[in-house]
């Protein structure tokens, strides 16, 4: 599986990266309110999406603002033309799936984003996205389950042998990355805050603690 960090904050990427686990990176225009925010500044959108790109070799996920097929076409090629690793994310609306399917007879790859349920994934698919990113934590958060979308779009692209890679996002704690590895999900994509959950477990904690008081005791009668 591999690991995006959804953000747009470079330090946050860099510490992701230093980590040695970062695959990619996934951004949205609100990961970008919150990065300006942070920096205190304005931030040009182009030029921070190629700070991003720089850091990470891996693919970046850079989201369009039109809701138009003209307009998404317009600016799925300038983002496409920052950086070759640049993945054009398009919302999954009529026109975003027109834009997928256009924009991928010209070799740009797209993330095909907000996607909520299986039908709508197969349509991305079809259309041609290099990803489909169903939103697990949204779902969750109006009672519905998250975890049987992403089950049910990896069953229906192996079916159909879909090279389309399902890109589980909007997650929210370590059991969501969990159920999605042993589903097959391709990637996942997780505030630092999450990948560093990943690492903690309250016997590992207890464990170390013992191993360096007995290496502590065993220096004292050495």
């Known amino acids: 599986m591999k690991f995006f960090i959804d953000t747009a904050d470079l330090s946050e990427i860099q510490e992701a990266k230093d980590m040695g686990l970062l695959d990619g990176v996934t951004t949205n225009p609100s990961l970008m309110k919150v990065a300006a925010e942070r920096a205190g500044q304005p ?3 182009a030029d921070h999406i190629g700070k991003i790109c720089d850091l990470v070799p891996g693919d970046v996920s850079a989201e369009v603002t039109a809701v138009t097929f003209d307009g998404m076409m317009i600016q ?10 640049v993945v054009v994310k398009i919302p999954l609306i009529l026109d975003g799936i027109k834009a997928i399917k256009a924009l991928a007879q010209e070799g740009i790859r797209s993330n095909c984003t907000l996607c909520f349920s299986p039908t709508q994934a197969l349509l991305a698919a079809k259309a041609g996205a290099a990803y489909i990113s169903p939103f697990i934590g ?26 389309t890679e399902v890109l589980a996002a909007s997650i929210r704690h370590p059991m969501h990355v969990l159920e999605s590895a042993l589903m097959g999900a391709h990637v996942a994509t997780m505030p630092l ?3 560093k959950k990943l690492l903690y477990h309250p016997l590992t904690d207890i464990g ?12 004292e009668q050495s």
């Open 43 to 45: 931030l040009d959108f």
């Open 76 to 85: 799925g090629r300038e983002l496409a033309a920052i950086r070759n690793n």
């Open 208 to 219: 170390l603690t013992q191993f360096m008081d007995d290496w502590s005791k065993f220096q």
């Open 193 to 195: 805050s999450v990948i």
């Open 138 to 163: 949204r779902l969750d958060d109006a009672s519905s389950d998250g975890m049987k979308l992403v089950q049910e779009i990896i069953e229906i692209y192996s079916v159909y042998g879909y090279d």
